[in-house]
Structures are given as structure tokens and as C-alpha cells.
């Protein structure tokens, strides 16, 4: 009995809710309390909303992830392949003798420069497997192609005239500065501007030729040293304004040939044999040694006509607004004034062959450089910044891509 008295008396029910009711009540009244719970379901309408939103985000992850199939988007693999062939092959009949990285600016000039050269490599290792061309290594170990008599014969089915040059090439122990100058027309040609190589333009100068008339060696001639002669460019280019005339060098000039190329600078504006204005010479040198060579040559002009007061139509300034790029003015008659004025008439351009590229490895081993390649301002020459910038190459296999039977 005493101990049931000591213990303390249960707190009956109902006053236990409702003191946890006024706690609630306060906890509401201050914010501090836990926020009441919320269904986790939404309701109709936010339903349907969610679902929307989802789906949306599922669309554009689909997209996002959608493998870009290229040319085969537009045509199919192998219509693609036969064209690409068809391309390949009429590039080797035209210079005899090519690299694989000239079928990568030939036939995929818009790729970036490790997948162009990839499909160039895979295309040529099918053709040498068809036996439509033929591999070789030169003395400075290039590995070059020429085309084989199937190879002609694969291009008459198709409606093409073609002719073998594998003997050609087999023969040929250096062929590099052809190479080059295949090389640096068909970049050219990718950036949308007509190019012809030394003996293309030389046929182009004499088609057309009286038969009685002499055979026209050249495009120019100047004085050097007490005597005149007759030059000729590596690559003539054919823009709107005028030609564009590239000098590949090789090796150290001479000489002659350093004060050749001097004078061919002095008649920047003039017009050439085929009645078209030189506008612009760009010299391609294979080392930094014949590089700075060029650039010294020409820096030596810019002192020499340096605040020189032009009188006559021959006289030419010079000026480098830009590393290794050379304004070249002339007086000009502008019949709308009547009289004449300075004007800048045209430009020297001076850089490195990108020597760099056909050396390039597509595995681990590469220690060669990618950069030069058409989504810079590199090739075929670094434009002047007075002019627009190069426009981005295109597929030249899409125009072709509705017929894919050899009509060219």
C-alpha cells in the first residue's frame, strides 16, 4: 500500500494530445517546426507535366547521342565507295604519280586531317588490292602510286579515258617536287579555285596555237644579269582578281634564281602571257633555312624602295604588314579621276611547305604535328588579312552522289 502510494500517477490521455496539439500549434506559429508532410504523388496535371518534360529530355539525349554517318547519310556505301574510286583513280590518271595524302585532299578536303587521311589510306589499300593502282617507295622512302593498265581499263568501263602510268613511276627516283606541286593544286582546287601544275598551264598558254606560230615557253620574261629569261610558275592559281603564282623551293636558290625571283616580284600587277594580271607570288620553301633566304631577299626590296616616290607605272614598293607577308604598290591610271595614284597591286606571301603531314603516323608512334590543315588559314597560302578568309571546303563527292556510273 505504501509503495503503490509513492509512485507517481500516469498522466491520463487526453491531456497528452492536446499538449502536443499546443506544441504544434506553437512550433506553426514561430516557423520553427517541421514543414506538415506532402504527398509524394503529383496530381493529374503535374503527372502529364513530368511525363512531358521527360520525354522532351529523352528526344534531345537521342540526339545528342545520334552517330553522325557522314557522306553515307546522303548515299549509300557503295555507291560512295565506286565514287570515291572513280575520284581517286581520275586523280592519279591526271598527275601520274600521287601520295595517299593527296587522294585525302582530293576526294575529303572537309574532314578534319586524321579522318581524311584515314579514308584516303583505306581507299588506296583497296585499289592496290583490286590491283587498279600500284604502290612504290621512292628514294627518300615516300610511298607513291601509279596507275596500272586494269586500273586504265576499270576507268574506259566507266567511260573514262585513262592511260597506265606505273612505268612512269617506276622509274622516277625523287619525285618530290612534282608531289608538291600535285599537292598544292589540289588545294586549290578544294578551296573552290582553278589550279593547273607547270605543264598543265603550258598546254593551257599553247591550246589554240597557230601552227606556224612559235610554242610559248612561258608566262614572263625578265633581266637578270645582262641576259633575259623566260619563267615559269610551279602552280599557276586562277582567282578573281587575277593568277596566283607559287614558287616550290626545294633547295637554296642560286644566284640567278635569287635575283629570277626578285624581278618576278617587280612585275606584281602586270599581266602575264595569258593576259591575266599577276597578283600574287607565294613562295613554298621546303626548309627554314631556303625560308629565311626568301624573307631576306625580299626585306632587302622593302629597304631599297623604302620612301620611294613612284613616277612610273614600272616601279614597285614594298612593304611586310605581316610576318613573312609582303605588300607589293604600283601607280595605277584611274580613268574615272583621270590621273594616277598608289595603290597596292598585289602581295608576296613566303612560308613552309607543310612537310610535316605526309609524315604524319594515325597511331601512337606519330611525332609530327597535325596542324596546317584546311580548317586553318595555311593552305594553299596564308590569306592577308586585307582579304577575306578562306571559305571551308566542301565534299566534292556530293555532286556526283545521284550517279554513281562513271558519267563525269
Known sequence: ???????????????????????????????????????LAPSGHDTQAH??????????????????????????????????????????????????IDIAVACFPERPFKASLTAAQRAMRGLAKAKLVRRYRTDRLQHVYGLTVGGARWLHDQGIDATASVRRVADMSNPEHTLWMNFITLCCEARGVPAETESE???????????SADIKQGFVTVETGGRQR????????????????????????????????????????????????????VVLAR???????????LRGRVRD???????????????????GIFEVWAMVYVPDRQQYIDHCVGHVIVQLLPTWLPKVRLDSSNRQPLS?????????????????????????????????????
Open 305 to 323: 624602295s623604302d620612301g620611294l616616290q613612284l613616277t612610273s607605272e614600272i616601279q614597285r614598293r614594298f612593304l611586310e604588314f605581316e610576318e
Open 230 to 281: 623566260i619563267l615559269r610558275p610551279d602552280v599557276l592559281a586562277y582567282e578573281q582578281d587575277g593568277v596566283t603564282w607559287f614558287e616550290i623551293d626545294r633547295s637554296k636558290r642560286g644566284s640567278d634564281r635569287e635575283a629570277a625571283l626578285c624581278a618576278l616580284a617587280g612585275r606584281i600587277g602586270a599581266r602575264l602571257s595569258n593576259n591575266q594580271p599577276l597578283r600574287r607570288i
Open 1 to 39: 500500500m505504501a509503495d503503490s502510494l509513492n509512485e507517481p500517477h500516469p498522466t491520463p490521455r487526453r491531456h497528452v494530445i492536446h499538449t502536443q496539439r499546443a506544441r504544434a500549434e506553437r512550433r506553426r506559429d514561430t516557423g520553427d517546426g517541421i514543414p506538415e508532410r506532402q504527398s
Open 372 to 408: 596546317g590543315w584546311f580548317e586553318e588559314d595555311y593552305l594553299p597560302y596564308r590569306r592577308p588579312s586585307a582579304r577575306s578568309p578562306w571559305t571551308s571546303p566542301i565534299s566534292p563527292l556530293l555532286p556526283f552522289s545521284s550517279d554513281a556510273s562513271g558519267s563525269w
Open 287 to 297: 626548309t627554314d633555312r631556303i625560308l629565311l633566304r626568301a624573307l631576306a631577299l
Open 51 to 100: 511525363l512531358g518534360v521527360t520525354l522532351q529530355h529523352t528526344k534531345a539525349k537521342a540526339v545528342t547521342q545520334r552517330i553522325d554517318r557522314g557522306l553515307t547519310s546522303e548515299i549509300h556505301p557503295t555507291a560512295l565507295q565506286k565514287i570515291v574510286w572513280i575520284r581517286a583513280l581520275l586523280t592519279v590518271n591526271r598527275f601520274r604519280v600521287v601520295r595517299a
Open 201 to 211: 598551264a603550258l598546254r593551257e598558254l599553247n591550246a589554240g596555237r597557230d601552227k
